[in-house]
């Protein structure tokens, strides 16, 4: 069994910064790609960044230059670390792994999501 906790939303005022942790569970062999998806009220869900298993990163346009993805690997943790939050960043964060276990055995796992609100 593997599991994926996220921690670390709330709510922020514009311009302030937040920091969500995943912690992935169980397992498991390796982690190959874990990211942070989001999605607001009304709208569909949407990638924000993501990091490999070599440290390779990607991020939305939307998001550059404020968020930054880095890991633990020794803790099996990702982190997203938020800046310069706007009101346009409000919505409930995801987290998924894609993360290989059991030896042979291989998913794709998501976190329950914590909320993030940007609001003055």
């Known amino acids: 069994q593997v599991q994926v906790v996220e921690s670390g939303g709330g709510l922020v005022q514009p311009g302030g910064s937040l920091r969500l942790s995943c912690a992935a569970s169980?397992?498991?062999?390796?982690?190959?790609?874990v990211g942070w998806y989001r999605q607001a009220p009304g709208k569909q869900r949407e990638l924000v960044a993501s990091?490999?298993?070599?440290?390779?990163?990607i991020y939305v346009d939307s998001v550059k230059g404020r968020f930054t993805i880095s890991k633990d690997a020794a803790k099996n943790t990702v982190y997203l670390q938020m800046n310069s939050l706007k009101p346009e960043d409000t919505a409930v964060y995801y987290c998924?792994?894609?993360?290989?276990?059991?030896?042979?055995?291989?998913?794709?796992?998501w976190g329950q999501g914590p909320q993030v609100t940007v609001s003055s």
């Open positions: 990091i490999s298993s070599g440290g390779s990163t």
């Open positions: 998924n792994a894609d993360v290989q276990y059991n030896v042979l055995q291989r998913r794709s796992v």
């Open positions: 169980g397992s498991i062999d390796i982690i190959y790609v």
